[in-house]
Each structure stands twice: as structure tokens, then as C-alpha cells.
């Protein structure tokens, strides 16, 4: 009895030794975790309640008065709207064009190593640096998109940033393009698990190609397309370089999203009570899609 | 090896080829047009109508953006940041990452899954608040002070990616030290540490690229033209040179260089990393 109690008292002891230990080894990563995200990040909520001056110094409290005159202004629903279309569609294509690579990079043929390689590209290199390099693709009359295009039949392509529509569709090719090749490796990585002898049976029964796809495939990945969607959809939200580079969301606001016009509001309109009420709204919009997809992540480490 | 490529696989190559070269050509465009811009004097860019292949290669361009455009300065101001925050971001995420790979406390699920929330976490937000913060502690306009956020937004994928890592390493190795005498600080440094080194240098060049890639918090914090690194200089020099595309072409391909070479060491295990169990690596 009183040696049972010694062990336990003892493995307690060693117990709580070891998660001080656990603690101490954490301490430094959280302090500055916390002093350099936690902290700016409870600042920017108090920042959201507080009228602020042109230097950002908090002056009288507002309560949720600035919540109020933020969700009030059309404007303001115009840019949730398209951060919406942006993320939606933005991850729709992505997702379409990475399925159709992967499918293409899944056959077998000599140098398709070197073509997986060519294809990671876009998400290999600098990113602010290769859309620096997309506005001199874009350039109207010297830029050599628009000279391939009528190379290729279209007559009178558009002045892609200088105009609102072919503005944000030229913007959100350039996200797309960043995020393809992700979900292409992803995808690849997916089907290379799905066991050989499934297709093998499928051939002797004589499906064709679709069916094969539609029947084995899909539903073999439909984890990674989950946990690939989600990541994509966390990184096409918060895309920030590929439209304030390209455009600065001009011409008049006509290709901002929440996080372009929210940076534009601090940094160039000074309005920084009204920026921290479009990050806190930014920061719930983004926590929804993290928690689902930490969710999904968790859900296929267990299985494995 | 006739088996390796079953007859069903062969019908369609091709199609397949040609499909792939298609979309290669799409997915390169802004490289082919980056390298046919950079090989060209001043005159040919400006074409009317432009063409693809240059009437006169020339290598003119990589000594003017040397000489004349500060690239060495911004290589250099690149270079500081991001070996600063690699180092200031392993020597916090190795305790870290063994603390919840090896080490059982109360709450280390919650920190697993507040690291893989915290990963996801946008620097926008924080940018408006961290820019206040930057200016009381004096650190606006200083390599110091992208480090720190530099380090700091990619803390969680470190921490997540070498504990993924510790976990691998048998614990019999760990307790045979033990045996043998050895600290829990000895194991780490001299057991742990070296087998673990496919894992750290992976969470080191996904460190690296991170800060040498950076443009939001650059723009946001430095002033000086001194102290820019490559992706807010060539964003200036845009603005400010905006016809000179030859020589942005010039510095972008120099500037994309390093992290292409890095990335292609590392692409497999991030892939890994980013989708979970539901990927082999």
C-alpha cells in the first residue's frame, strides 16, 4: 500500500518535472508568438473600438460605432463580395487546373520528372518578383501577352489592368497561376497512392478513361481535395501581392478585396480605425476556414 | 520491364504530351517572356509589334543592373534578413518542436492544435497594429524588426515540421543515451540533432524563402532605400523606371534564382507537411 503510494507520488513528480521541462522548452517560441501576433492582434480588436488620429494613436472610445459605419457602407459589401468571388472562383480554378496537371503528370512517359519539375515554377520562385514580372506580361502594347493572343486569333484583347473587369480577371489569373501547382503536387502525390491493381481491374473490365477517373480516382482523393481546398481557399483570401502589385486595387477600387482595401485604409487613407474593423472581420472570416481546416488535417493523421 | 508500363497505359501518350507541353507553355509564359526581355537592348523592347525571339542577344543588361541599380545593396539587405530570421527562427522552434514531439504536459494537444491554427494566421491583419507596436519599440526602418515577424509567422510551420520530425526518431535511441549517461540536453545536441537533419534543413530553407520572399511587412516597415530587400526594391524601381523592363527582367531573374534552387531541394517534404497524413511524403 505505502510502496504503491511512493511510485505514484513519484511518477507524479517526474510527471510535473517533465512538463516544466516541456514548458521551459516552449517559452521562448510562445513569448515572441504572442508578444509579435497575439498581442498586435488583441491591439488591432481594441484598435477596431477606438477612434483613431492620422498617426493611428487611439483618441476617444467608439464602442461598436465603427463596426457600425463599416458594415453600413456599400462600398465596404462591394469588397466582401468580390474577396468572396475572388476566393471562390480563384480556388475553383486552381483546384480544375491542378487536377487536370497531376492527371497529366500521372502518365508515364520519359521526362516527366523534368515536366513536374517546369511545373512547380510559379510556386518555387518569388512571388512579389513574379508578378512584378506579370505587369510587364500585361503591358499593353509592347507586352508580349497580348501579342500572342492575336497570334493566336484574338483580335483586340483588352488593356488587361487599366480596366475594371479584365483588371480583376487579369489579378486573379496571377493568383491562380501562383496557387496551381500546389494543388497539382498535392493531387499527384494522392493518386500515386491509390493502389495499381484498382485501375488494372477497371482495365480488364473495360471502363474507359472517364469512368476510371470519375469511379476510382476522385473518390480516392477525396481527403487531399479537402485539405488542399481549405489550405488554397486560407491563401486565395489573404492574397495580398498579387493585386497590389499588379493594380494597387485600381482603378478606383475597382479590384480591391478585403485585404488590399483594409492595407490601403491604414497605410495610404490613414484611416486606421476603420482598417481594424476590416482586419477583426478579415481575422473571423479566416479563423472559420482554419478551424475546418485543422479539423480535416487531424481527421487524416488518425487514420493513418 | 515490359510490366512497368502496362498496354492500357500507352494509348493516349501522345495526346498527354502534347497537352502537357500546351500547358507548360501557359504556366512558363511570364518566365519566357522574362528571359526573351532580359537578352535584349532598350530598343528591341520596345517594339512595336513585339516579338519573341531578340534580333541581337545581348548580356549588356546583367552589368547595368549591377552597376546602376543597387542590386547589391538590396542582394545584401535580403540576405541579412533572411539568414537572421532562419537562425532566430530554428533556435526557438528546436526546443519547441522536441518539447511537443517528445515531452508529455498537460495541454499539448491544445498547443498541436493551436500551432496548425496560429500557421494559418494572416499577416494583414496584425500589419496595422505591429506597425504601432514597431514604432514604439523603435524598431521600424531595421533588419531586426523584420526578422522578429519574419521568424515569428513562420514559427508554427517550423515547430510543426521538425516535431513531425522528432517523432520519427525511435525513442530507444533517446533511452539507450540516457543509459549511457547522457544529459537530456547532450541527447538533444549531439543524438537527436544530427538525425534529425533532413528535417532541419527543410524547416530552415522553408524559413529562408519565407523572409527572402517577404513583401508585405518590407513595404510596411522600411523607409530607407539602404535597408530594402529585393522585393521591395524591384517593386520602386518599377515605379520609378517604369520602362525599363530589361533590366527588371534582368534583376528578377537574378533575385528568383537562389529560392528556385532552394525550393526544389524542399518541395517534396512541404507538400508533405502542408497536406498532412493524407499525402505520403
Known sequence: MADNALTLSLRSRMWTREARLAYLMLLPAA??????????????????TYKTNALGWLTTFAGIKNFVSVLSDTEFWRITGRSLLWTGIGVF??????????????VKYRGRKVARMLFIAPWASSVPISVLLWSW????????????????????????LGTPIPGFIACMWVDVWIGVPFM???????????????????YIDGVNSFQKFIYITLPGLRNIILIATLLSALWTFNDFNAIYILTAGGPVNSTDILITSLYKNAFVYLKFDRAAVMAVITFLILTVISIVYAKFYFKGERKE | MKHDTPAWRNRGKPFVIILTLV????????????????????QEVYATPPYWIPHQVTFENFAIVWSQYQLLTYFKS???????????NILLAIPAGYAIARLRFPGRQVALYLFLVVQMFSPVVVVISLFKIFAGLHLLNTYFGLVIVDAVFTMAFSVWLLSGYFRTIPMEIEEAASIDGATRLQTILLIILPIAAPGLVTTMIYTFIYAWN????????????????????????????????????????????????????????LVAGLAGGAVKE
Open chain 1, 31 to 48: 513569448l515572441v508568438v504572442v508578444g509579435f501576433m497575439i498581442y498586435p492582434l488583441i491591439y488591432v480588436v481594441l484598435m477596431s
Open chain 1, 93 to 106: 480554378v486552381k483546384a480544375s487546373l491542378g487536377m487536370i496537371i497531376a492527371l497529366l503528370l500521372n
Open chain 1, 137 to 160: 506580361v500585361y503591358t499593353p502594347e509592347f507586352g508580349l501577352l497580348n501579342h500572342t493572343l492575336e497570334v493566336f486569333g484574338w483580335a483586340h484583347p483588352p488593356v488587361w
Open chain 1, 184 to 202: 497539382a503536387l498535392v493531387f499527384l502525390s494522392g493518386m500515386q497512392a491509390i493502389p495499381e491493381d484498382q485501375y488494372e481491374s477497371a
Open chain 2, 23 to 42: 500547358f507548360l507553355f501557359i504556366m512558363l509564359f511570364p518566365f519566357f517572356v522574362m528571359i526573351t526581355t532580359m537578352l535584349r537592348s532598350s
Open chain 2, 78 to 88: 535580403s540576405a541579412i534578413i533572411a539568414i537572421g530570421t532562419t537562425i532566430l
Open chain 2, 214 to 269: 517577404d513583401f508585405l511587412f518590407a513595404l510596411s516597415f522600411i523607409q530607407t532605400q539602404g535597408k530594402m530587400p529585393l522585393t521591395l526594391g524591384l517593386y520602386r524601381f518599377v515605379g520609378r523606371w517604369s520602362s525599363q523592363w530589361h533590366l527588371l527582367s534582368t534583376a528578377a531573374f537574378l533575385a528568383i534564382i537562389p529560392v528556385l534552387v532552394l525550393f526544389y531541394i524542399i518541395q517534396q517534404r
